[in-house]
């Protein structure tokens, strides 16, 4: 649960989607981007980082089930 996740690592694997479990829809602003995640550590430390959210939109929001969504990010077209 306190795992942490090297977005160095993410970086340099430079994928088009990152699923993100959460505990209940996120918050997201406008332009999809999240502005709050109800998650375990690993999820919100990933979410929140500032090369995510410069390189990553929230694309969809996946309800499995009460209490247990997939927040699908999305790799931001960049000029």
């Excluded at 694997?13 to 375990?40: K, Q, S, T, Y």
């Excluded at 694309?59 to 009460?66: F, K, L, S």
Aim: no cysteine.
């Amino acid at each position: 649960m306190e795992k942490r996740i090297d977005v160095a690592y993410l970086a340099a694997r430079d994928p088009e989607v990152i699923l993100l479990h959460a505990e209940a829809p996120p918050e997201l602003d406008d332009e999809g981007n999240l502005v709050r995640l109800a998650a375990f550590p690993v999820e919100r430390s990933v979410a929140a980082h500032p090369w995510t959210r410069q390189h990553y939109r929230v694309r969809e929001v996946i309800e499995y089930r009460r209490g247990y969504s997939y927040v699908w990010l999305e790799r931001r077209a960049l000029p």
